[in-house]
């Protein structure tokens, strides 16, 4: 990226990433393909994707790739995320920020694909700002986690506060990079 973390409040370093992201994406329309090819390193019970917005990679392809009973997607509730479950072809409904929700029943994921503006080798993500994902990663320690992002939203640092959660691993269309555990053990 060609921004520096250290020198950005979360606001401008938002719209920096953002920018970088959507020309990152347009230049590689293949992306989500290339992160899928790390599926065969994951099982999960239950994973929850996302249904991406602007220029976030799709995580679809890595989803059916994963070796998952079931998907989930996230449902907002005010301040609150939950994941309900669905599957391809099932009806979606229109969601705070026009996000798509599904209709199906609350659900438990075990692994969380999460979309991120930017992220560190150490497993700092810089999302949208609303805290979702952070406040349900505290509520789940230990809860499997992977950022999919194209390579070039990687910065060396960001201003990282006390609420934010890091991942634990990080997917993109180049290389693979674990923080702390192997998610390739499977716990199944």
């Not at 959507?22 to 239950?46: G, K």
Request: hydrophobic letters at 40%; glycine letters at 8%.
């Amino acid at each position: 990226m060609t921004v520096a973390g250290e020198h950005l409040d979360k606001t401008d370093l938002r719209r920096s990433a953002q920018a970088v992201r959507a020309q990152f994406a347009a230049a590689h329309p293949q992306a989500a393909e290339a992160v899928a090819t790390w599926a065969p390193r994951l099982s999960a019970r239950c994973v929850a994707a996302y249904r991406p917005i602007r220029s976030e990679i799709d995580p679809f392809p890595l989803a059916r790739k994963f070796a998952a009973d079931r998907w989930a997607l996230p449902v907002l509730n005010g301040k609150e995320m939950s994941f309900r479950s669905w599957a391809e072809g099932e009806p979606l409904v229109q969601g705070p920020f026009g996000i798509e929700e599904p209709l199906g029943d609350t659900v438990e994921p075990d692994f969380l694909i999460v979309p991120l503006l930017a992220f560190t080798r150490e497993g700092g993500r810089l999302g949208y700002g609303a805290g979702h994902y952070d406040r349900y990663m505290a509520a789940h320690p230990g809860i499997r986690t992977v950022g999919i992002a194209y390579s070039a939203q990687e910065l060396q640092t960001l201003p990282l506060e006390k609420h934010d959660q890091t991942l634990t691993a990080i997917a993109t269309e180049r290389e693979w990079i674990t923080i702390g555990e192997d998610l390739c053990v499977s716990s199944f």
